[in-house]
């Protein structure tokens, strides 16, 4: 299969990347660096070397160049029989603190990029009445967060968007999965005093992602919710 990627070099993107090359799967990925989107496509193409990856630095938060990536994987792999909304944008802040522009900038990462996306590759998914969609949303989409409420608010609408998606495609064969993971051990919680083992790892992550792809052809996993064993960190 044809696998599409946001925020693809770190954390749980990256993670999702390794697993799907591992699979055999070829890859659409993309991030804000191209230096590390070149370094994670030698390292994948060293691993498994049959593994077809495009790269493109995208910011996620412009319109054309997300636009642009969409376009340009469709013509590079023909069809992307999944995509896979995980690029995230967190500041902490309250909003009664936070700069009037906060909202906008995680509404633009967090809901627009899978937005615009949905509108390219899940246009091709309805036409072809096959394909699998999954939206990396966050514990934050149904419970409130202290300390992140402009975050809180566009997880809960990524949500929202991705039970359209589902509304919309359910009649044409197309997947639609919602991820709701809790605290993930990530390079957000870089330099943490925590133990490693308190968190959800990134890898958790891909290999649910993978159990729901092997699924059989009438089964769809509408929401799929993961936290700490001991609880949220």
Request: glycine letters at 6%; proline letters at 2%; charged letters at 15%.
């Amino acid at each position: 299969m044809n696998i599409l990627i946001t925020g693809a070099t770190k954390g749980i993107g990256k993670a999702i990347a390794i697993k799907m090359a591992q699979e055999g799967h070829h890859l659409a990925l993309c991030a804000r660096n191209e230096t590390e989107l070149t370094s994670l496509k030698e390292e994948i193409q060293k691993l498994y070397p049959s593994v077809k990856v495009y790269t493109q630095a995208v910011d996620c938060s412009l319109k054309a160049e997300v636009n642009a990536f969409a376009a340009q994987s469709l013509q590079c792999f023909g069809f992307i029989d999944v995509l896979i909304n995980n690029v995230g944008f967190f500041e902490p802040a309250a909003i009664l603190d936070e700069t009037d522009d906060l909202l906008e900038k995680h509404f633009l990462v967090n809901v627009n990029c899978a937005y615009l996306l949905y509108k390219k590759i899940g246009l091709s998914m309805r036409e072809a009445r096959k394909g699998h969609i999954f939206n990396i949303c966050s514990v934050a989409s149904i419970h409130n967060i202290v300390n992140a409420g402009s975050y809180c608010v566009t997880k809960a609408a990524m949500l929202s968007l991705n039970n359209i998606m589902r509304a919309e495609l359910i009649h044409h064969q197309v997947k639609v999965t919602a991820v709701l993971p809790g605290s993930t051990l990530t390079s957000s919680w870089e330099g943490t005093t925590v133990a490693a083992d308190k968190f959800i790892q990134p890898e958790d992550v891909a290999l649910m992602i993978n159990q729901t792809l092997n699924l059989s052809v009438g089964a769809n996993v509408d929401q799929l919710i993961v936290t700490p064993t001991g609880g949220q960190v």
